[in-house]
């Protein structure tokens, strides 16, 4: 007699077939909907398929596209024409050309975004008159995915590492702030430590001290999901990423690109002559992911100015010496 978990395990397995089933018969359809296809399908009519799918922009899930298609032959007894080299060929060549458009077209959030996006937020709980007020749960909200957002960006990390940082972790004094994180190394996991001074535009240290002065006495997280005290985790990086990313959308002249804003300050920095070793040497965070940071002549071409009208000669030069004084030390 099969257990609990046994039944619960044979359901899955029965959902997901039926849910395998259902795709596929989909895919059918969208593949009958031209009167000049039909079944049985030769190879050729399977790379006019693809190659509509392609024009159209709907490039999306093309494997299980294909695994449908040849399902559909071998369960009728047909000769599978996916397995056709014309074919394999055909997706290959699909497939690189829109790894390559992503790359070209999804650079990561420029300093420009990030700062448009952090003065929209500081919008949203700012307040100018002479008397202090308590902030509201949507204003404690944007105040504290500011602080998430602009942190992330000066330190070359991760929105999921700063969303799990605990109190021990962050020192903040009057003028500087120093976060301790791990770092997996080749043969290890060490611990880094990263000090940054105040900063004459978006200032991390100026963001968290307005987080910390508005929100609850962080006991455990530095960033909890929630103001009552009795949920102690932290914010879900998922989350923050989902309102930056709606922010975005109703901002015009923004990125729509959220996933990649780690390697917004390496492509920063790059970009106003800092080499890969000066960067690596600050921030070796970056050494994880060797293959992102070196496209970086692809995306730079998209944007003819490297240096943001608004920030001037004396503020870039300011940013140039803290961080450069950021030595990442164990």
Known sequence: ????????????????????????????????????????????????????????????????KLLAIGRWHTENGFPDPTECRSVMQLTQLIRAKTELKANALQPPPTISDIKCIADVLQQHYHHTGATPRRLTFHQKTACRNRAIWVIAFWFGLNTSDVCRLRRRDVHLDQNSLTITTKWIGDQSEEKLSFRLTRLPVICPVSALEVWLRNSIDPVDYLFPRTTRKSLTGPISSRSVHAYVKKLMAATPGTSANTSDQRYSLYFFLAANGWSRHEILKVLPLYSKSPSKTRILKTKNRLDSENVPPWLNDGDMLTINQTLMANQAHI
């Open 1 to 64: 007699m099969p257990t609990l978990g046994g039944k619960a395990r044979m359901n899955r397995s029965a959902l997901n077939s039926r849910r395998e089933e259902l795709y596929c018969q989909g895919v059918i359809q969208h593949y009958l909907q031209s009167p000049q296809r039909d079944l049985p399908a030769l190879p050729y009519e399977v790379c006019i398929y693809l190659a509509e799918c392609y024009a159209c922009g709907n490039v999306r899930l093309l494997k299980s």
